[in-house]
């Protein structure tokens, strides 16, 4: 379905540009509605999902909140509070650093990674189902790296 039919605009967009604007905005949307499927059942947001992945990659080492800030995909999340209830869900760990008491050191947990390792099957499922081939993810994701350049 075209952008303009799913949003049930009677009238041509002012360019393409401006189609494509549009269309990034709606899609975003959409995707993260999908998205929201996944996490959900498990009380996790998206964020929180961020954060347990920037954690995932360093695994076995632990890393700063300030690290996970430079990472994440939401720079307006308070990378500070997610960190808070995935502590309190047993989804990550913190210690204090041994050689400075001001720094506080992340590592995902054993549970955040079976958690992890449980949803990856689940996201899997909707990337087949996006209808783009691999070169029309490259040539997509390129556009999108340019249009923020």
């Known amino acids: 379905m075209r952008i303009k039919e799913a949003i049930k605009q009677n009238k041509d967009f ?4 401006h189609e494509a604007m549009v269309n990034i905005h709606y899609t975003a949307g959409w995707l993260a509605q999908v998205n929201h499927k996944v996490v959900d059942p498990h009380n996790l947001s998206m964020q929180q999902y961020n954060v347990l992945r920037i954690l995932r990659g360093q695994h076995p080492k632990s890393v700063t909140v300030k690290f996970i800030i430079e990472r994440m995909l939401d720079k307006s999340s308070n990378a500070s509070r997610l960190v808070d209830k995935l502590l309190a869900k047993g989804l990550v760990e913190r210690t204090q650093s041994p050689e400075d008491r001001r ?13 992890l390792n449980n949803l990856a099957s689940e996201f899997e499922s909707i990337n087949k189902n996006l209808n783009i081939s691999e070169g029309e993810a490259r040539t997509l994701s390129d556009l999108l790296d340019k249009m923020r350049a």
């Open 103 to 115: 720094r506080v050191d992340i590592k995902i947990s054993d549970s955040g990674l079976k958690l």
């Open 14 to 17: 002012k360019n393409n540009l």
